[in-house]
């Protein structure tokens, strides 16, 4: 019994290591805040892009039994890890889909892991669970979804489009036998995360008709009614026809309202991928190309992107909940106590996830703290400098501009006097990469080598749009010899 008392009281010392005093505390919370504040004083005059050799310091902190100081450890993030790559917090970031990073939603992310309120469950945390189902009914009332709609904050929107497809799997109640005489509808410009998601949701045997589109890249309903009607006359059960609200090439949205017309008179489920375009349903700008979401029997919208959050944060929403719940429902003894009633249903009853972190925070806190109005104007904003820059490169000699911008997407590519285009476009990303005060990323289209302008961060304004122009003359000028 003695040597017991001392082993624990001997662990306990160490132990409670993990829980700083309260001096030591604050003078980290100091140091935390300082490395962040100096970043984003500094961000303005910050590269977007840099390729630089790095690593040494992260490989030279292995873990060990004893700790590192705080000096070390935000030298080696800021030399390893928050200089070399794209820098997302950038308004310079120009490429794919860019992310966000609001402040206030660092300062929910702290809060939210300090109290560590469990959110899977409303019997641990119903103030969670309720915080985040508000969330959820407001972007429900934002797409015009019934009160009988449910939904989840996910990870992503890889995760909500994998929710998504399992619901309608559910719903359709589809059976492995009929795998192969159940088509889904589709086309080339659907996110891979869609077909990563039919592959784990085990139904990579579903035929896939990719359904041809028009010269703005939208499905070409006509085309959509023919291939279901064909399969049909072939005794075939079509059951899911995805639609993307924003692809993430060229931001295309497919004719919405048509498509669920089709669906309707099928029976088939109409999944929306709208994880880049959905928040534009705050802009007055794209209401009118978004009309139809309303009609989708389920749909993904990003915040990390639209809502302008930090990386972590999605969210699907179900039209019919129930579909939902019939998809990640669960059952175990030592839950009996956290049990839902059907009417009061929690995230781990809608979601794969039991524990989780509590995401909700992260939305709530800028939303409470901005308002909706910068909201809305940082997304009009994003439509007028897609189109601004449109306009202004499709004025300039020499450049080849796709379709006008339904959202915040243009693709472009510079012609040649003589040569390859493709080769002298590659060398054009290239040459704004080595530049990196902008960063742009590129994408082929009907075998043409394209850039891309992807405008959704919301340190992104006129003056970024503009500097990226200027680089393009000048570069394309210079590569062209002249
Ligand atoms: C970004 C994106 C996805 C993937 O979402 P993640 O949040 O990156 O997992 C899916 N579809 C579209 C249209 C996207 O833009």
Redesign the pocket.
């Known amino acids: 019994m003695r040597e017991l008392e001392q082993e624990l009281a001997r662990l306990e010392t160490v132990a409670r290591r993990l829980e700083p005093e309260t001096g030591s505390r604050r003078h980290h919370n100091q140091q935390v805040l300082d490395y962040a504040d100096d970043f984003l004083e500094t961000l303005p005059g910050l590269k977007t892009f840099r390729s630089m050799p790095c690593g040494a310091l992260l490989a030279a902190m292995p873990v060990t039994e004893q700790p590192y100081s705080m000096e070390q450890v935000l030298q080696a993030l800021a030399r390893d890890v928050d200089t070399p790559g794209i820098n997302p917090a950038s308004g310079g970031h120009l490429g794919y ?1 860019p992310g966000g990073g609001q402040y206030y939603a660092a300062l929910g992310d702290y809060l939210a892991d300090v109290f560590n309120r469990y959110a899977g469950v409303a019997y641990a945390s119903p103030g969670a669970v309720q915080l985040e189902k508000s969330l959820l009914r407001w972007m429900a009332d934002m797409v015009g979804y019934p009160a009988v709609a449910a939904g989840d904050l996910t990870s ?3 995760m909500a ?1 994998l929710m998504g497809v399992v619901a309608a799997r559910e719903a359709a109640e589809l059976k492995g036998s009929q795998l192969e005489r159940s088509p889904i509808y589709l086309t080339a410009q659907t ?1 891979h ?1 869609v077909d990563k998601a039919l592959r784990i949701a085990g139904l990579g045997e579903c035929p896939r008709r990719m359904i041809s589109m028009d010269a703005g890249f939208r499905m070409d309903t006509g085309a959509l009614a023919a291939s279901i009607q064909n399969d049909r006359n072939a005794g075939l059960k079509p059951w899911l026809i995805v639609g ?1 609200a ?3 090439d060229t931001g295309s949205v497919d004719p919405l309202a048509e498509i669920a017309d089709i669906a309707a008179f099928h029976g088939i489920w109409f999944h929306l ?1 709208a ?2 375009g959905g928040f534009f349903m705050l802009s007055d700008h794209a209401k009118n190309v978004l009309k139809g979401i309303e009609q989708s029997d389920s749909v993904v919208i ?1 915040p ?2 639209g809502l302008f959050l930090p990386y972590g944060s ?1 969210a699907i929403l179900v039209r019919d909940g129930a579909a939902l719940h019939k998809a990640h429902y669960y059952d175990a003894n030592y839950m009996q106590d956290a049990r839902a009633d059907e009417q009061d249903l929690s995230p781990a009853d809608l979601s794969p996830e039991l524990s989780r972190p509590f995401r909700g925070l992260r939305m709530w806190l800028p939303l409470m703290l901005c308002g909706l109005a910068p909201f809305r104007a940082a997304l009009d904003e994003k439509l007028l400098l897609a189109r601004y820059f449109h306009k202004t490169l499709s004025a300039l000699p020499g450049w080849e501009v796709g379709p006008e911008p339904e959202l915040s997407v243009v693709t472009y590519r510079h012609l040649p006097h003589s040569g390859d285009p493709n080769e002298f476009n590659r060398k054009l990303v290239q040459a704004i990469h080595d530049d990196g005060r902008v960063f742009v990323s590129s994408t082929v289209i009907n075998g043409r080598f394209m850039l891309r302008l992807a405008v959704l961060h919301f340190r992104t304004h006129r003056e970024q749009v503009d500097l990226l122009l200027e680089l393009l003359a000048q570069q394309a000028a210079r590569l062209s010899g002249s």
Request: overall charge negative; charged content about 15%; hydrophobic content about 10%.
């Open positions: 889909i992503g929107g890889s489009n996110h995360c993307s924003g692809t993430t991928d994880a880049y990003d990390h992107k999605g």
